[in-house]
């Protein structure tokens, strides 16, 4: 059981941070712990968690992804077009709005691995690009979504939050078979070393582009999620996500400079942003005081992150237990 811990150290921090914060959230909160509170608490941690999910795939290999919230934006105004209707269009239409940051993820690949490019120039490009075609579909927000199918994703089940269970799927059900194969080991043998992958055998190429690929993917999801929450569409919402994303990673443990830290930590990153969020907001703290507090939390997660203490001596060893 320590040498489960220690070798996961990072995700087990910030768990242990999510559930003591969570705790006083709950314990302050005039509600308490009712599914209402915890469904309105885990419809705005899981869009952020797909957001730093898109993002993780990024930073894992070595990469800066500027363009998370631009992808949200635009796949946020298609779904405000395509999910009006029910039964096969419904589900037409939801294909559509995750081909669309797939699609965008692609690009971005596309132009770091051909075009030799850094992916913070490429991303920071593509955004404007993004969030322009964003702003020609919604000029204003606008748009409808299905009601009843939103109700069905922001609600919850039998007194658990839908969210919660849609977190849950997409860490035991993609992320812990993912991370064990060879797409998986690629991610982290490229974020360690690209020039050590490829002398390894590694299609670098193949599993970068497949990395961005996945970040539109799950970009778009976000964006399809945000849809659900506010049942409209707004191209207006890039730079929030964009930032908090990249905050997300960093408070789950994922090191910016590659090769270490999980998509668990990333999603337990986004959840204790948005907790601390919900706690200044009930703590009385005037709402132009909230963006320096949160700056300063995340100024203390880069320089924790940074320190050689919290360094593992091989980005691999994660996969050895």
Not at 146 to 158: E, G, K, Q, R
Not at 238 to 258: C, K
Not at 303 to 308: E, N, S
Request: proline share 3%; hydrophobic share 55%; charged share 10%.
């Amino acid at each position: 059981m320590f040498d489960l811990l220690r070798a996961n150290r990072r995700e087990a921090i910030a768990l242990a941070v999510l559930f003591a914060l969570l705790t006083v959230y709950l314990t302050t909160h005039p509600r308490g712990m009712s599914t209402y509170v915890m469904t309105i608490w885990a419809n705005q941690c899981l869009i952020l968690a797909l957001a730093a999910i898109a993002q993780f795939f990024a930073v894992i290999v070595r990469g800066i992804d500027l363009s998370v919230g631009a992808v949200m934006a635009l796949t946020n105004t298609v779904a405000s077009y395509v999910l009006v209707g029910s039964g096969i269009g419904l589900a037409g239409g939801i294909v559509l709005v995750l081909l669309t940051g797939l699609a965008c993820g692609l690009v971005n690949g596309i132009l770091v691995v051909y075009g030799r490019i850094q992916p913070i120039v490429v991303t920071l490009a593509t955004a404007s690009v993004f969030v322009g075609l964003a702003l020609l579909l919604r000029p204003t927000p606008g748009g409808q979504i299905n009601y009843d199918f939103a109700d069905a994703m922001t609600l919850d089940v039998m007194g658990v939050p839908t969210a919660l269970i849609i977190t849950g799927v997409v860490i035991f059900g993609f992320w812990m078979p993912l991370r064990r194969t060879g797409l998986g080991l690629g991610l982290y043998a490229i974020g360690s070393s690209e020039q050590a992958a490829f002398q390894s055998g590694i299609q670098v190429p193949v599993i970068r582009m497949a990395s961005f690929a996945l970040g539109g993917l799950f970009a778009g999801l976000a964006g399809l999620y945000f849809s659900f929450v506010t049942t409209t569409g707004d191209a207006g919402i890039a730079p929030n996500f964009t930032l908090n994303a990249i905050a997300a990673v960093v408070l789950g443990g994922v090191a910016l400079r590659g090769g270490v830290g999980s998509l668990i930590g990333a999603v337990a990153g986004a959840f204790i942003l948005k907790t601390i969020g919900a706690l200044m907001f009930f703590s009385g703290l005037p709402p132009l005081a909230q963006p320096f507090v949160e700056g300063l939390i995340l100024a203390a997660a880069i320089a924790i992150g940074g320190a050689d203490i919290l360094r593992v001596r091989n980005r691999l060893e994660v996969f050895g237990r």
